[in-house]
């Protein structure tokens, strides 16, 4: 299985920019990055993916590193509502049967 | 609202019976995905369904039995639990597993049915 690394936990002050590290370097050529988070009492929404160039949406933006070996969400200025597991995981897999295997994430909590 | 439904939200029940948790889907989605989440353990991949066909049993064990009978709609049935099966039981839907188009490679998670076994 393809796997990712992240800090357990991580914390932010309201209304700065947050990074949030994921280290995969066992990823393949055609794995996508995916990053999901939770908020509580409810299911993973999905926050962005990309494959090798920086990507950028309503939510957040996602920088991949050159070697793809590892990446960073950025949240540019993180509100109360952001606080939330994140989770970074690689779509990996035989084309047609890919699977998001998810791993512990960082629980990230934000400081008013 | 992510347009995947779970019914019921909170489910208490013992060993000896049998209940069923309920998943739908407004999206228009083909695949679907039984998600088993533990306390302070990785969201677990259990069953995927495609086009209404399981393509995927991640070792499930048998007391664990899911249906689709159609794209929309995604059932897990349940019998004699333990109550190490205690747990966040969540579905998922995506446009289809394992397509290749960006816009296609979301999964949308319904909120859960928070599972008690006693």
């Known amino acids: 299985d393809a796997k990712t690394t992240q800090p357990n936990s991580m914390e932010s002050n309201e209304e700065e920019p947050v990074h949030l590290p994921c280290n995969h370097s066992?990823?393949?050529?055609?794995?996508?990055i995916h990053w999901y988070r939770q908020l509580p009492s409810q299911g993973p929404e999905y926050v962005i993916h990309?494959?090798?160039s920086n990507v950028n949406n309503r939510m957040a933006s996602l920088a991949i590193a050159e070697d793809r070996k590892s990446s960073t969400l950025i949240l540019h200025r993180a509100t109360l509502r952001d606080a939330a597991v994140y989770y970074c995981?690689?779509?990996?897999?035989?084309?047609?049967?890919?699977?998001?295997?998810f791993g512990t994430g960082t629980r990230l909590t934000i400081i008013p | 609202e992510t347009g995947v439904t779970q019914t019921p939200r909170h489910l208490v029940m013992g060993m000896t019976n049998k209940k069923s948790l309920k998943c739908e889907q407004h999206?228009?989605?083909?695949?679907m995905y039984w998600y088993k989440q533990s306390a302070k353990k990785p969201l677990e991949l259990m069953f995927v369904?495609?086009?209404?066909?399981?393509?995927e049993n991640n070792s499930v064990p048998s007391r664990f039995s899911p249906e689709c009978p159609n794209s929309s709609h995604l059932f897990l049935h349940l019998h004699t639990l333990q109550p190490e099966d205690s747990a966040l039981y969540l579905c998922?839907?995506?446009?289809?597993?394992?397509?290749?188009?960006?816009?296609?490679?979301?999964?949308?998670f319904g909120s859960g049915t928070q599972l008690s076994v006693l």
């Open positions: 998922a839907s995506s446009p289809l597993q394992g397509a290749r188009q960006s816009s296609n490679e979301k999964l949308f």
């Open positions: 990309g494959l090798t």
């Open positions: 066992t990823i393949s050529g055609t794995d996508y």
């Open positions: 995981i690689l779509n990996w897999g035989p084309f047609g049967n890919e699977k998001l295997t």
């Open positions: 999206l228009g989605h083909n695949a």
């Open positions: 369904y495609n086009f209404k066909e399981q393509t």
